[in-house]
């Protein structure tokens, strides 16, 4: 063997036995860099999880605490729509919304805030340090909602609302914010879970968070629009009757000028009003020009 197949014959050795040392390091950092959802980590008692409230139900209302059981280092997909359970009963149930992704060092402790919002709404808000299990993922309907509300940023009241439509079976046009457009998907998939048609309106809430934990959502304002004619100038009025029949307030009058299939724009205040079945109209003193139904 001449001295150049020699060298050849060992360089090719070299480069084989490099190759291999390659591979068995790129098993070596999968085997110590494991990536997982928080779920399997916890199933295979690789990491403990510790949940508490940091006051409140909605937003980043949660920190979580994740320890690693392990020699290897983790990185844990903590899942949009895994619902945290209360520990105390009275105490609402929280699902997060928000995917994060934790690294951990082997052995390693990590505190960190989870944005989430209340799905029982009967129930009280917590306060700063009330317990909470980690939990499983929710039902299939509230983790799409969860999943959709992850990758897209609406008002907090919004967000809260969309959870409650599917978890207390809240009015899905409470799915409402002050600009509607931006959310149309939102609400659409909430109908389409729910198994209702869209509502042709949007009402605006407010909740009001008691000092004792307890909450109410009050309706403030009806918006929408509903489709008319006027074959002549008129002066007509919208009004708002109750189930009896009976007008409940005049909110406008003005006058019209003519036109065909008209979107006529809705602004409707609803503070005071009870629960229940209303009708708008839209009508001159001779006939009626608009009409239909809501529920509050």
Not at 57 to 83: P, T
Not at 92 to 109: C, G, S, V, Y
Not at 223 to 239: A, F, Q, T
Request: hydrophobic share 40%.
């Amino acid at each position: 063997m001449n001295v150049i197949s020699y060298l050849f014959k060992r360089e090719e050795k070299m480069v084989r036995i490099i190759i291999v040392f390659v591979l068995l390091m790129n098993l070596h950092l999968t085997a110590n860099h494991q990536k997982m959802k928080l779920q399997k980590a916890l199933d295979l008692k690789m990491v403990k999880a510790q949940v508490q409230s940091l006051g409140g139900y909605q937003g980043f209302c949660i920190k979580m605490e994740l320890k690693n059981l392990g020699l290897d280092s983790l990185i844990i997909i903590v899942e949009a729509g895994r619902r945290l359970n209360s520990i105390d009963e009275k105490n609402q149930d929280i699902l997060i919304t928000k995917e994060e992704i934790i690294a951990l060092r082997k052995l390693e402790n990590k505190s960190f805030d989870v944005k989430g919002y209340c799905c029982q709404a009967s129930n009280h808000s917590p306060s700063s340090g009330a317990k909470y299990d980690v939990n499983k993922m929710a039902d299939e309907k509230l983790v799409l909602v969860a999943q959709y509300l992850n990758f897209n940023k609406l008002e907090a009241n919004t967000e809260q609302q969309a959870i409650w439509a599917i978890s207390d079976n809240k009015s899905t046009a409470n799915v409402a914010s002050m600009n509607d457009s931006l959310l149309l998907p939102l609400k659409q998939l909430v109908a389409n879970l729910k198994g209702e048609k869209l509502p042709w309106y949007s009402v605006i809430t407010k909740t009001f968070l008691f000092a004792s934990g307890r909450m109410e959502t009050y309706p403030q304002y009806l918006r929408g629009k509903i489709k008319y004619s006027n074959n002549e100038e008129n002066y007509v009025s919208l009004y708002v009757y109750n189930e009896k029949g009976l007008p409940v307030c005049e909110i406008k009058s003005q006058w019209l000028m003519p036109c065909a299939n008209k979107d006529y724009d809705l602004n409707i205040p609803l503070k005071g009003l009870a629960k229940g079945k209303y009708t708008i109209e839209l009508k001159t003193p001779e006939k009626q020009l608009a009409k239909q139904e809501f529920e509050i």
